[in-house]
């Protein structure tokens, strides 16, 4: 497919002011404030000046569905296809949550492969909250070398519903996580889910005493309700994730004022989609439930615009900030050379999204769906 998108306002994110973008096949070929074009087969498509932004990349997704602290009956259903496109999302890590019991690395991994199979750009982490890490060679470092989407391993700390790992097993985790990594050519992050307690990345910091483990190596996520810790972290060096929501603004705006700019492209966002959101009383006794959406992120990306971000700074969390921190040389940008992984904006609105240059929807109407139409 050849299309040439006419006057196109590009957050890329940077803003770009209003260009031309060619796209040939997978890839943005090129981008001039006005190019002329004359191959067979072209379409033109006139975007009168309309917001394209890079595909979001979220980075915590639990694509299989998480939950089950209540019961299997409380499982939170698979992510479907379709959801990708309606939140404008083009790339994806899939986790396990809570549950590697009734859910497993097996199913992840073979989730994830469809996702890929679909039209969208699908990673995935081994392991899971619990410690020994649940594999599926019986080895971390042997998933990242030998299973291709595998890009890291899933931890969780300071939550009761965890291992509590101590620091000594954390510390053997990232460096099996950090080896497989090497070898396989890949980001190898420690994705850390961060829960509740007071303690937060305490564990993370003490490590950066005893070891020369790189804190970039270390993903703290769920950081929103961690916000010195956050800063502290960001400071010495390292990635930190918030988890977007309806809250999640006002956290994103304190971090960035508190962090000297040079330092914003420290700080990613991902949705938690399809995660269970369980709301716990004094006792850690269940009184409800809620789930993570997709949807979140933009929702999120347009409440920090409406406190006073630049949009450019915002679009930045899910899109050029990952695809840095998670090593993705071609993605989470709006420039010739890179995949063509396009949202199309009217107002705040999703209105069309293209995945490595084919539409997943257009004008709102879904063009691809998965294989059994989700």
Known sequence: ???LL???HVCAPEDKGVQDILIVGDRIVAMEKKLDVRVPGLEVIDMQGALVIPGL??????IIGGGGEDGCASRVPPLE?????KAGVTSLVGTLGTDSHTRTIRDLLAKTMSLNHDGVTAHCLTGAYEYPSPTLTGNVADDLVFCEPIIGCKLAISDHRCSCPTTDEI???ASQVRLGGLIGGKVGELHIHVGADDRGIEQL???QQRTILPVTQFRPTHMGRHLEQAQKWCEMGGYTDITSGKKSADAIVTLLSRLDSSKWNLVT?????NGSFPKWNDKREIIGM???RMTSLIETIRDVVEKGVPLEAAVSLSTSHVADALKFKDQGRIQPGCVADLAFMDGWEVSSVMAKGQWLMRKGNLVKTGMFGD
């Open 57 to 62: 990349i979220d980075q915590h997704v639990h």
């Open 81 to 85: 296809f379709s959801d990708c496109a």
């Open 171 to 173: 510390i053997r985790l």
């Open 6 to 8: 006419r006057d196109a």
């Open 269 to 273: 966002m991902s949705s938690d989609s």
């Open 205 to 207: 910091f003490e490590i």
């Open 1 to 3: 497919m050849t299309v």
């Open 290 to 292: 809620d789930r993570g």
